[in-house]
């Protein structure tokens, strides 16, 4: 692995945690994900299914883990299943885990081959403990399931072959747990962070007018792979000119010209982990008068929601705080008047034609990460913040993005180091001209 150790005591604490909200006679299965196909013989790259990921921190294909805590035997209380490495197969794909490496990863002291694996947890299953067998589906509110999971195949297999145990879902679990980030996880995210940073800064010295939006993205992936990410956090977006107000830009395609702005929202992962990061530069190092006003107001917001974004409140209630906020900001820059607020329709307000995306999301092992959005925000939850104002009118879009992690008395921003004033990222660009 290209990132440093993580250390096994995360994980063992994971798994503790994930315990002690589980019912008795328990028992819970997680699979990790498939690799997936593209065309002819191609694969996609390999990206791990998060919650087991979370409780082993073992990134391979075809690994299980069981969590069995009222299993008599100590021994099988919790097993990692991995495949089993060959010479041949090590011929084409080079090393795959050992029993001792994996627990070394994990802490999982039980580690067996998943050719194993019916016959063991046949046993587990009819030892008479297990009551409530919790199995793992994809329950992110905005996901969008087309193609059936390992976990969705297990869960087929697992109803069919033992269709009278209790079958309970682990996903509300998974996600009161991954949401409240451990101290190990926010090191791992602070490094995502400035591993973003570092690529940004790279960015801010080598745009000009005439770059390609491509190019700068391949400034990004040159710097984040360097310092030790597999990459990407999640598709670049890289619009300049009048691509900016399009929320989900990433042909990255149009060269940049002077006057405009390009957006960039672009971040790295580190050890599974991810950042997300927005900003919004002059393509010649200088804002207009214009966008310089707009800019600021989304300044504003962006720091302003930064101390709305507190334990207890509910997501829901802050972002229409936001909206208050952004609608006081857009009338000042004349986009809205009296009038159009006067007239709006409640369920489609004035403020929408500019702001038309939520304010934040949660962040962590996955880019909009796992948790329940209509419970009240956890100290120690890692939000990003991140207001836009798109003028397409005017041809010109601004975001700012940063990620915070929710303190009791105020929160902290991973992100503190990362050029936001605009008159600062002036002078980042400006300084390299002399
Ligand atoms: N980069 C994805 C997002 O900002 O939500
Ligand atoms: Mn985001
Ligand atoms: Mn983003």
Same mark, same amino acid.
């Given at each position: ?24 006679? #328990? ?57 089993? !490495? ?23 002291? @039980? ?25 793992? @589906? ?32 682990? #996903? ?60 990407? #956090?999640?598709?670049? %977006? ?28 672009? #971040? ?9 990061? @927005?900003?919004?530069? !002059? ?17 504003? %917001? ?56 939520? @304010? ?75």
């Amino acid at each position: 692995m290209r990132h440093e150790p993580i250390g096994k005591e995360l994980f063992i604490s994971n798994r503790k945690r994930l315990v002690k909200g589980l019912k008795p006679g #328990a028992l819970v299965v997680f699979n990790s994900n498939d690799i997936m196909p593209s065309n002819a013989d191609g694969t996609l790259g390999y990206i791990q299914n998060s919650d087991l990921y979370y409780v082993s921190g073992i990134h391979q294909e075809e690994s299980m883990v069981v969590v069995c805590p009222d299993f008599p035997d100590k021994k099988y209380r919790e097993v990692l299943f991995l495949r089993e !490495p060959n010479e041949l197969m090590e011929k084409w794909e080079g090393h795959k885990l050992t029993k001792k490496e994996a627990t070394e990863l994990s802490g999982i002291e @039980t580690v067996v081959w998943v050719s194993g694996f019916e016959k063991l947890f046949h046993h587990m299953m009819t030892m008479g403990k297990v009551q409530n067998v919790y199995l793992n @589906t994809n329950e992110h509110y905005r996901s969008e399931i087309l193609v059936q999971s390992r976990d969705a195949r297990f869960i087929e297999w697992c109803q069919k072959t033992y269709p009278l145990h209790k079958y309970k879902r682990i #996903a509300p679990i998974m996600g009161d747990l991954r949401r409240v980030k451990q101290p190990r996880e926010i090191e791992l995210m602070q490094k995502a962070c400035d591993i973003t940073e570092c690529g940004f800064r790279r960015v801010l010295n080598y745009l000009r007018p005439g770059v390609m939006e491509y190019e700068l993205e391949a400034e990004f992936i040159h710097e984040f792979k360097r310092l030790g990410s597999k990459g990407f #956090a999640y598709t670049p %977006i890289i619009a300049s000119g009048e691509n900016n107000v399009i929320l989900h830009y990433i042909e990255n395609s149009k060269q940049c010209h002077a006057g405009d702005l390009v957006l960039l929202d672009v #971040a790295a992962e580190y050890a599974n982990y991810n950042s997300d990061l @927005t900003r919004t530069i !002059p393509v010649s190092g200088k804002f207009t008068k214009r966008q310089k006003e707009v800019y600021n107001a989304v300044l504003r %917001i962006q720091r302003e929601a930064n101390k709305i974004l507190r334990p207890n409140v509910v997501y829901f209630d802050y972002h229409k705080e936001i909206e208050k906020l952004m609608e006081s900001e857009l009338l000042k820059l004349k986009l809205i008047d009296k009038t159009d607020i006067k007239n709006q329709n409640p369920d489609n307000p004035a403020l929408k034609k500019y702001f038309y995306h939520g @304010t934040s999301h949660m962040l962590g092992l996955d880019v909009h990460d796992v948790g329940n959005m209509h419970d009240k925000v956890q100290v120690g939850s890692v939000w990003t913040i991140e207001p836009g104002i798109y003028i397409k009118e005017e041809k010109f879009g601004i975001r700012l993005e940063n990620n915070v992690v929710i303190g009791k008395n105020k929160n902290h921003d991973l992100m503190s180091n990362i050029p936001i004033e605009a008159e600062e990222i002036e002078e980042i660009m400006n300084a390299k001209k002399k």
